[in-house]
């Protein structure tokens, strides 16, 4: 498959996520913020355990990564004072995966950094790529560092990132979700990434028969060739009440 190379693309983000079953709050939070010098960064953090506690964790870790990736700061550095912060915060007590994923335009590269022992799949050129190096939570291990990729900015490119709520879908009957022959299977169409989101968080559902088993949130960030000339920039919300 050729791979399209020309500035003509369009970046798109989707995001599906849903709380443990019987738990008012998910400890998963994602935030996005515009890089200074161009571009995109999605920031994906999953406290330890499930509920309130989790959740001041992730925003804890999150919020110290964005206000340090809209000022400029690289990924990797910002990764690292993400878990500076939390292990001083916590006293090494408390940890928590975090992926950030960032397009960055001046560069032109897809960076994705992982603390996390999920491992996150990359679609491009027509080719699956399995980014599963061993990776450290952060804010336990004082020397712990992330685990960096960086990709050409090509298009059709899919890029997905998730929680430990997509390893674990259906573990209370010995199922597993195949992530891989999802993507591959869905990949070729070139449908919208908010599509694949939400047919994998539907997967995972369903293996759980609508009980998810942990916190879930699946990320995905495609670069699709642009189908129109117009240039407004949108984003959309669904935000159950």
């Not at 509920?51 to 206000?67: F, H, M, T, W, Y």
């Not at 990924?75 to 928590?96: F, K």
């Not at 047919?199 to 495609?222: M, N, W, Y």
């Amino acid at each position: 498959m050729s791979a399209v190379v020309t500035l003509d693309l369009e970046l798109q983000v989707g995001v599906a996520k849903v709380s443990k079953y019987a738990v008012a709050e998910s400890g998963d939070t994602l935030e996005m913020i515009e890089r200074p010098h161009g571009g995109l960064s999605l920031v994906l953090a999953d406290g330890q355990r499930s509920g309130k506690s989790a959740k001041r964790v992730s925003n804890l870790v999150v919020r110290k990564a964005i206000s340090l990736l809209a000022e400029g700061v690289r990924d990797g550095a910002a990764a690292r004072a993400a878990h500076d912060y939390l292990r001083t915060h916590y006293e090494a007590r408390v940890s928590a995966t975090l992926n950030i994923v960032s397009v960055d335009l001046v560069t032109r590269t897809i960076v994705l950094s992982r603390n996390s022992h999920c491992p996150a799949y990359v679609w491009s050129r027509g080719q699956m790529h399995v980014l599963d190096e061993p990776s450290q939570p952060i804010g336990i291990y004082p020397r712990t560092r992330p685990v960096i990729t960086e990709l050409e900015i090509v298009a059709p490119t899919y890029a997905v990132v998730f929680t430990d709520g997509v390893l674990d879908a259906g573990s209370r009957e010995g199922k597993s979700l195949d992530v891989v022959a999802l993507i591959e299977e869905f990949a070729p169409s070139g449908g919208a990434a908010q599509a694949l989101a939400d047919e994998i968080l539907r997967r995972c559902l369903e293996l759980d028969r609508g009980r998810p088993v942990d916190d879930t949130s699946v990320l995905v960030l495609a670069v699709l060739p642009r189908t129109s000339t117009d240039e407004a920039r949108r984003m959309t919300v669904r935000f159950p009440m």
